[in-house]
């Protein structure tokens, strides 16, 4: 029984790791959100946040996985013996809570930093199309200019 005990604690910790590692996801989002706000987006920067989320997003994998681990193996204490762990079902519960509302909100602020993306990355397009445009406006201007100096091979006839 104390065994089960200890494996209750653990789930505690790993849900309290990963409400640590869903604030630290919601801090780089807000990162992100203020470099697709920005006029001049800067794309190195915000691939560098995008490596920062992705590590945090393995984190929370690797937490998920260890945290089912354990559950397989606590959960039939829990369950036959939910009287003796009252407290600590509790906090699960809220700790659960927890992370799904952290969850959500994280969600969430993906979902508004796409919509803010996109519209910078077609913007970026937009503008890509433009200087192409002009690019091709100025060749063939150039190249018809270019045509009108050269003066064509004129024959000239010397009888008289």
């Given at each position: 029984?104390?065994?089960?005990?200890?494996?209750?604690?653990?789930?505690?910790?790993?849900?309290?790791?990963?409400?640590?590692?869903?604030?630290?996801?919601?801090?780089?989002?807000?990162?992100?959100?203020?470099?697709?706000?920005?006029?001049?987006?800067?794309?190195?920067?915000?691939e560098?946040?995008?490596?920062?989320?992705?590590?945090?997003?393995?984190?929370?994998?690797?937490?998920?996985?260890?945290?089912?681990?354990?559950?397989?193996?606590?959960?039939p204490?829990?369950?036959?013996?939910?009287?003796?762990?009252?407290?600590?079902?509790?906090?699960?519960?809220?700790?659960?809570?927890?992370?799904?509302?952290?969850?959500?909100?994280?969600?969430?602020?993906?979902?508004?930093?796409?919509?803010?993306?996109?519209?910078?990355?077609?913007?970026?397009?937009?503008?890509?199309?433009?200087?192409?445009?002009?690019?091709?406006?100025?060749?063939?201007?150039?190249?018809?200019?270019?045509?009108?100096?050269?003066?064509?091979?004129?024959?000239?006839?010397?009888?008289?």
């Open positions: 029984m104390e065994y089960q005990t200890d494996y209750i604690q653990i789930l505690i910790k790993s849900l309290q790791k990963k409400i640590e590692t869903l604030d630290f996801i919601s801090s780089v989002n807000m990162e992100q959100k203020k470099l697709a706000e920005e006029e001049n987006f800067d794309l190195e920067a915000f560098k946040t995008l490596e920062k989320k992705q590590e945090g997003i393995d984190a929370l994998n690797k937490l998920d996985e260890g945290f089912e681990t354990v559950f397989e193996r606590v959960k204490e829990i369950t036959q013996n939910a009287a003796n762990h009252k407290a600590e079902i509790e906090q699960l519960k809220k700790l659960v809570t927890l992370v799904t509302e952290k969850g959500i909100i994280a969600q969430t602020e993906e979902a508004r930093n796409k919509a803010l993306i996109e519209k910078q990355f077609s913007g970026l397009r937009k503008d890509i199309r433009q200087k192409k445009m002009t690019k091709n406006v100025t060749n063939n201007y150039y190249k018809n200019m270019n045509k009108l100096n050269v003066i064509d091979s004129v024959f000239m006839d010397k009888k008289k």
